[in-house]
C-alpha cells in the first residue's frame, strides 16, 4: 500500500493602524510611543506546492470549500497583542482587540502602544471569546477551534509603522480525510479517536466523496478513523500511525479507500509551503459481520488452511478478524458445503443464513 505525503500552508496578514510621529527619537520616554488606534485583518492567498501524487486542489484544505480558510465568521472573535522591547527598558504593551463592523477593523478595549522608534517583538492571538481548550465536537462548526497566531515561533519582529504588517497562521494542527467507494448514504457516523480522546469532525458540503476536517493538538500521533454504518457493520482499528507529532499550521490529508476503510493514501499538507514525501505503508483493515441464525455458529475454512469457529450472538450478528481471506468450505449444524464459488471477503457484512 502506497502513502504520499505532500505540505501546503497559507497565512493571513494583520496590518495594525496605528497614530504616527515623525519623531526619531531615541529617548526611553512616554512621548515616543505610537497608540494603536485599530488592528485590519487580511488573508493572504495560499501557496502551494504541488507534490508529484497529486494536485493539492484534491482536498478541501485551502479551498473556498474549506471554513478555516477566510476571516468571515471571526468578527466576534478578540485579538490579543502583546509588543515587547527587547531592551526590557520600555516594559511590555499588551491590550485586546475587538471587531468594529463600522471601521472593518479591530479597536482595543485598552490603550496599547507601540514604541515608535526601534523593532519590537510582537505577539499576537486571535480566538473566539472565552476560548481555553479545543472542543472536541466539532460537527457542527470547526471554525470556532482554529486559533490563529503570529508566524513565529513564538514571536515576530517588526518595525512601528503608520501600518505594520503581520503575518498569522493556524495555531493547531488539522485532519483532512475522504472515504472513497463507500456510499455517504450508509454512513451513520464517524469518529476520531486521540489519545483517548474522542472527536467529531466536520463533514464538509458539496465534496464529491464523505470528507471530513477536525482540528486537533499539535503533537498528537496515530489518530484512529472508526465509521459506523446503517447496515449495522462497525469498522474498528483504522489507525494511521505514519501520522506522528503533529506541527503548527498543520493539515494532515488521507483517504481511506473501499468499505473495509483501508487506507489508500495520506498527504501531509503544511498550511504553508513544504516538500512532497512519499512512503511504503500498511494499516490495520476493518473487520467483516458475519449474520446467520442468533446463538447458531459455523465454522469457516479459509484458502490459506486455517479455520474459524464464530457464534452469532442475539442479534443473529458475529464481528471479528477473520482467519483469512476467502472463505472455501463452511460446517454447520445443519450442512458442511464446500463452495464451487468461493466467497471473497471483499464486502463488510457477509450473510451466512442460507448455510444453515
Known amino acids: 500500500m502506497k502513502i504520499y505525503i505532500r505540505s501546503i500552508l497559507y497565512a493571513c496578514t494583520i496590518g495594525l493602524v496605528t497614530g504616527c510621529s515623525d519623531s526619531t527619537r531615541t ?33 478541501v484544505v485551502n479551498t473556498e470549500n474549506d471554513p478555516t480558510g477566510t476571516l468571515t465568521g471571526r468578527e466576534t472573535w478578540e485579538l490579543d497583542v502583546i509588543i515587547y522591547n527587547a531592551d526590557g527598558s520600555f516594559g511590555s504593551q499588551s491590550g ?11 479597536i482595543p478595549t485598552t490603550d496599547i502602544f ?45 518595525y512601528p509603522a503608520h501600518i505594520p504588517e503581520i503575518e498569522v497562521k493556524h495555531a493547531h494542527s488539522m485532519l483532512d480525510f475522504r472515504l472513497a467507494d463507500i456510499d455517504g448514504t450508509e454512513l451513520s457516523s464517524v469518529s476520531v479517536e486521540i489519545d483517548n480522546v474522542t472527536y467529531e469532525p466536520y463533514e464538509v458540503s458539496g465534496t464529491t ?47 481511506l479507500q473501499g468499505l473495509e476503510l ?19 505503508y500498511t494499516s490495520e483493515t476493518s473487520y467483516q459481520t458475519f449474520r446467520g441464525p442468533a446463538g447458531e455458529s459455523a465454522t469457516l475454512f479459509f484458502d490459506n488452511g486455517l479455520e474459524q469457529t464464530i457464534v452469532f450472538d442475539a442479534q ?21 458445503t464446500r463452495l464451487d464459488t468461493p466467497i471473497v471477503l471483499g464486502t463488510t457484512i457477509i450473510d451466512l443464513s442460507s448455510y444453515f
Open 209 to 255: 466523496l464523505p470528507e471530513y476536517l477536525l482540528i486537533i493538538p499539535v503533537g498528537s500521533s496515530s489518530p484512529v478513523i472508526r465509521v459506523s454504518t446503517t447496515g449495522g457493520a462497525n469498522y474498528f482499528q483504522t489507525t494511521i500511525d505514519k501520522i506522528t507529532n503533529t506541527a503548527v499550521n498543520t493539515c494532515y490529508c488521507f483517504t
Open 262 to 280: 483501508a487506507l489508500a493514501e495520506i498527504m501531509i499538507q503544511n498550511w504553508a509551503t513544504g516538500p512532497g514525501i512519499s512512503g511504503d
Open 114 to 158: 507601540f514604541p515608535n522608534y526601534t523593532q519590537q517583538e510582537v505577539q499576537v492571538n486571535l480566538h473566539p471569546a472565552g476560548w481555553t481548550t479545543i472542543d472536541p465536537d466539532q460537527s457542527t462548526d470547526i471554525l470556532d477551534q482554529d486559533v490563529l497566531i503570529e508566524n513565529g515561533d513564538t514571536s515576530i519582529t517588526v
Open 316 to 336: 443473529g450478528e458475529y464481528t471479528g478478524k477473520p482467519a483469512g481471506r476467502t472463505i472455501i468450505h463452511i460446517i454447520t449444524a445443519q450442512n458442511d
Open 96 to 106: 485586546t482587540f475587538t471587531w468594529d463592523s463600522g471601521n472593518s477593523y479591530w
Open 27 to 59: 529617548e526611553d520616554t512616554a512621548d515616543e510611543q505610537v497608540l494603536l488606534e485599530g488592528i485590519a485583518l487580511t488573508l493572504q492567498e495560499p501557496v502551494t506546492t504541488t507534490p508529484s501524487s497529486r494536485a493539492t486542489s484534491d482536498y
